[in-house]
């Protein structure tokens, strides 16, 4: 009997204030006016003041929000719920403090307003860590990537004949050196163009693009590609026109990236589908290979950087091109995803026939 009746209490012990006392993230409790009833150490720690020095205050007090419409404390108090939205908190000593912070009502059955919650997580360090990747990205932009080119500029004046007559064997051995070279500004590129998109270091410039027109284009180019490992390119589009909004150049650098991918790993007499379809209000474009398909370990990481699956093979790479185009992809309000088995790959990815109220950044 006893042994059931501590199960009992157990069940109706109130976890929550011990959860909320021992939550990474702070929490603050308001009442139905907006002032503080509860914090727990976390929000102590974050806003710079104790528990004693701020219950009874007006939340937007302590949380330093101002009295407008953007406040997302006030806008929590009149009964709206904030997701995830990052601000700027400044603590106790007057420091400035980044937080991603959700703030929501407390309403009862009837839905009249008790109060809310406020509930904000420290980001500081992903903040430092942010400013880090920045200064890499610049390194790589500056101090890496100039004297790679300049490098490269030089090996391709002497193989042209700028300073004077080579031999067969210097020629032979200025080659080897100016296509390592080519390989590693392009590497470069890739990281750098990667690093932009996912630092959100320029936005997207959409324009009109037809679809169709574009597509063939692109297939195009790739066609000499195409025909050195045998593969050939072939094409679906509907009967109609169809216009997207979306920056030309990611466009075309994400579809030559998916086409490009498929051609490598097609087996010789072989093909590549691209397939263009019209759904609801989106376009969804399909690139389909007689590959050997992707392991379905892999599939769930083949979008991450620096990844490469069992399949990978001895095709050379370093996880950029996927992990970049769904930047592109996701940048434009669209969605990619990828179908594989032994017989072949198929990659999907979407875009909007028109463009969203709002354009996500890169």
Known sequence: MLEGKSVVQARAYDWSHFIIQKAPAGVITMDGQGRITTCNPAAEEITGYSEEQI?????QDVMHCREDEGCPVILAMRGQDIESQETVLLNGSG?????????????????????????FQD???????EKERRHLVNMFAHDLKTPVVGMAGLIRRLLQGKSGPLSAE???????????????????TTFLEYARLDLHLFTPLPSAIQVEEECQEIIRSLLPVGEARGVALTTEFPPEILVVQADPLLFRRALENLLGNAIKYAPPQTS??????ISDKEVRFAVKDQGPGISQEDVPHIFEIFYRGKGAGKEQGFGLGLATVKRIIDA???????????????????????PEETSQPL
Do not use: Y
């Open 170 to 188: 210097q020629i032979s051995s200025l080659q080897v050196v100016d296509h390592s070279l080519k390989s590693l500004e392009n590497l470069i």
């Open 332 to 354: 434009h309000g669209g969605r990619i995803w990828v179908d594989s088995t032994p017989k072949g790959t198929t990659f999907f990815f979407t875009l909007p026939l028109e």
């Open 55 to 59: 219950l009874g205050r007006l939340a």
């Open 272 to 277: 590549v589908l691209l397939q263009v379809q």
């Open 95 to 119: 420091q400035e403090v980044p937080v991603m912070l959700r703030a929501f009502a407390l309403k009862d059955a009837r839905g009249v307003k008790l109060g809310g919650v406020i509930i």
């Open 123 to 129: 980001l500081t360090s992903v903040k430092h860590l």
